[in-house]
């Protein structure tokens, strides 16, 4: 029997998108055991999820006690969805038969011995064709991507939280307004235009984020809810749902949020939204921006995010009121 180890050690987004391949593996081959190495800050996303069975948080200084775990597990195969090097001879020294040997080495944040391209319309496929190196002859099925189960204690107090503020708003408008690649990120005096034209509605939007967002959100110009902090990413995807509308920068919340499938109006600047974006999402993005989907993570353009600054606040807004209409 096969039992098949994902190492996926990139962002919270490319987790999110590949759980659909876990789900095509148990299709399947649904006597075997599904495991992934993520990093630790993907971790969150994926307890108590419907398809994975074990959950590897990977630490450089943990890395051998995982080793072991996977060994003791006996998963037969792997599959490198990252593309690293030190992937594949993780999963190596684990006891699996690498399907696809990762060659990429990243150094000062710069990805060397780039992987050889798999031929697909959206990440999500692209993920999910990975199960070709075990399954020859799979033919591709969509998937939408799932999020590990809350627990009791958990959704009470999304319950406790969804009572006090319905109380306090007529509209419900979840903004995501930051992420951790700062070129994907719209300015904030951006955000502080469309915050108040939804004031002017009377509508309080509700805007989330990590811990340290508390301040960046704070800044933000207008009358506004913050939860950043307050809720963990499963508790998020659940939390979304009571949601009208979200707004979001392209980010890996964004994919979280998405699961939900509330309407949504998607910032998008370097990266290629008909390839990253969710399916349902409203794209945003700037008409006349030269150097628009250069798919870096660092801004090499003479002008400094062009591409988000160009993408102006009236256009969101115009999205806006057409979901909210």
């Given amino acids: 029997m096969k039992n098949i180890l994902v190492v996926n050690r990139l962002g919270i987004g490319d987790v999110v998108l590949t759980t659909p391949l876990a789900q095509a593996i148990k299709q399947h081959l649904p006597n075997a055991l599904v495991g992934l190495v993520a990093a630790p800050k993907s971790a969150d996303i994926l307890k108590n999820h419907p398809y994975i069975d074990d959950l ?171 939860i950043a902090g307050k809720f963990n990413l499963r508790e998020l995807a659940v939390l979304a749902k009571e949601m009208d509308v979200c707004i979001t920068v392209c980010t890996g919340p964004m994919h979280i949020v998405a699961t939900s499938s509330i309407p949504m109006i998607a910032l998008y600047g370097p990266t290629d939204p008909s390839f990253w974006a969710p399916p349902h999402a409203t794209i945003a993005k700037a008409d006349q921006a030269p150097c628009q989907m250069c798919k870096s993570t660092h801004c090499k353009y003479e002008k400094k995010y062009d591409c988000m600054h160009k993408l102006t606040p009236d256009k969101v807004i115009t999205l806006i009121d057409k979901l909210l209409n």
Avoid: M
């Fill in 56 to 226: 590897f948080a990977y630490q450089k200084y943990s890395k051998e006690d995982i080793i072991e775990q996977i060994s003791k597990n006996k998963y037969t195969d792997a599959l490198i969805l990252d593309e690293r090097l030190t992937s594949s001879l993780l999963a190596w020294r684990a006891g699996c038969k690498v399907r696809n040997i990762g060659k990429v080495i990243s150094v000062f944040g710069r990805r060397w011995l780039k992987p050889k391209s798999i031929q697909s319309d959206s990440a999500i496929q692209y993920y999910i064709k990975y199960l070709r190196y075990i399954l020859k002859d799979y033919k591709y099925q969509c998937f939408a991507p799932t999020i590990g189960d809350i627990t009791d204690e958990e959704s009470n107090k999304i319950n406790n939280w969804v009572n006090e503020i319905n109380n306090t708003v007529s509209k419900k408008i979840l903004i995501i307004p930051r992420g951790v690649t700062e070129n994907k990120n719209w300015p904030i005096e951006y955000f502080g235009i469309v915050n108040k034209h939804l004031n002017s509605k009377g509508i309080i939007p509700i805007y989330t984020g990590a811990e340290q967002d508390i301040e960046y959100i704070n800044s933000i110009k207008g009358k506004k809810n913050n």
